[in-house]
């Protein structure tokens, strides 16, 4: 959490059993769908009372008419249903208007929980319906929340009996930092050993700039910037260094 008010806003609503419409916003990997399971768990929800729909896949206007007006129309096993729209940022304009009329004429009976990585794609009308959960780390909480991840990882990997190298560990954590899923799926590809130790460190930080620099020479610039977007270490620094050496072995070789 971003604080403790925004702690105590999560906890009046378990409380409470109710939640008003949600907005989550914040980078990948952050634990936006974890807080909407964790709330679906914790206010006691009725299976068949929860829709989820990847926005990024089902995006349309006739998707919003067809699958969620025909879900939210009925009448709840519960309290209420809920529509989780995961990727709510992909939803097209269009969709996104049809969407706002179906949360009002429904807000008695279902809620709606949007997540999105970029909040400024959706329309101010959404914005307004929606009670705004931003996943931000603040620059003076990050140590204390890498810290006590870095706990966590440990217990993970303790329960799992693989050994491991804590600066090895560090490494990939700064490497994917604050993307908390990423760092556990490349925990889980580096543990397949048994062992994470400090060969994985060459791994980390060398193969993935050879990857960028085969995808420059060979002018694939669309792999350059997926290669941005997924794997750009925190230290820019070493990058660039990388990447300037290897410029005399590509006019050596031309």
């Known amino acids: 959490f971003r604080d403790e008010a925004q702690r105590s806003q999560v906890k009046t609503w378990i409380k409470d059993k109710t939640i008003p419409h949600l907005l989550f916003s ?5 634990g936006k769908m974890t807080l909407a399971k964790l709330l679906f768990n914790e206010l006691d929800l009725e299976p068949l009372d929860i829709l989820e729909i990847n926005a990024s896949r089902t995006h349309s206007v006739d998707d919003v008419r067809d699958k969620i007006v025909n879900f939210v129309q009925m009448i709840p096993f519960g309290d209420f249903k809920v529509v989780l729209l995961d990727e709510a940022d992909y939803l097209s304009p269009n969709a996104q208007a049809a969407l706002r009329g179906v949360m009002e004429e429904y807000h008695t009976t279902a809620r709606f929980i949007l997540t999105c990585n970029y909040k400024n794609r959706l329309i101010p009308p959404l914005h307004s319906r929606c009670s705004v959960v931003d996943f931000i780390i603040p620059n003076d909480q990050k140590p204390k929340l890498a810290n006590k991840f870095y706990a966590r990882v440990s217990d993970i ?7 491991f190298e804590p600066r090895a560990v560090a490494e990939l954590m700064n490497k ?3 993307d908390w899923r990423r760092v556990l799926n490349e925990l889980q590809r580096y543990s397949a050993s048994g062992t994470i130790d400090a060969g994985v460190l060459v791994n980390i930080s060398e193969s993935n700039i050879n990857e960028l620099i ?15 977007v997924h794997n750009l270490d925190n230290d820019a620094v070493r990058i660039f260094r990388r990447i300037y050496d290897s410029l005399y072995d590509c006019l050596l070789y031309k």
Do not use: C, H, M, Y
């Open 214 to 228: 085969q995808s420059l020479k060979d002018k694939e610039f669309t792999n350059v910037r997926k290669w941005i």
């Open 157 to 163: 990997l303790n329960s799992e009996n693989t050994t």
């Open 176 to 178: 994917f930092f604050p």
């Open 26 to 30: 914040g980078n990948a990997g952050i």
